[in-house]
């Protein structure tokens, strides 16, 4: 059960093309938004589309493959857990982001 503690599944679609660093000590990190789709009714029975947004995070192999093959558009599973993180801007305002630290990467569809 320990592994489930902190998992995150998910499988949307790509809102851009990744961004990819590569940093100075060799390692790669890929950068990239996936939106979830999920629909249901409302009390008046019309259908209602909700869509999250969710900021992923991939490193080393999994980076390259990002870069490699994932494009904007492209359907993805994913498979990792959430962090957040913090740091204070330009004007000396702490802001916080939760990612998704990917660990397994599925492409989808065509």
Not at 13 to 23: A, H, M
């Amino acid at each position: 059960m320990n592994t489930l503690r902190n998992k995150v599944q998910l499988i949307g679609n790509l809102g851009n093309d990744p961004e990819i660093i590569n940093l100075e000590s060799g390692k790669t990190l890929a950068k990239f938004a996936i939106a979830t789709n999920e629909s249901y009714k409302n009390a008046q029975g019309e259908k209602v589309a909700d869509t999250q947004w969710h900021n992923i995070v991939a490193w080393g192999k999994t980076a390259q493959i990002v870069e490699k093959y994932v494009t904007k558009g492209k359907e993805v599973a994913i498979e990792g857990k959430l962090t957040t993180r913090s740091w204070e801007d330009k004007d000396g305002m702490r802001r916080y982001t939760t990612e998704v630290v990917c660990s397994e990467l599925l492409m989808l569809g065509k």
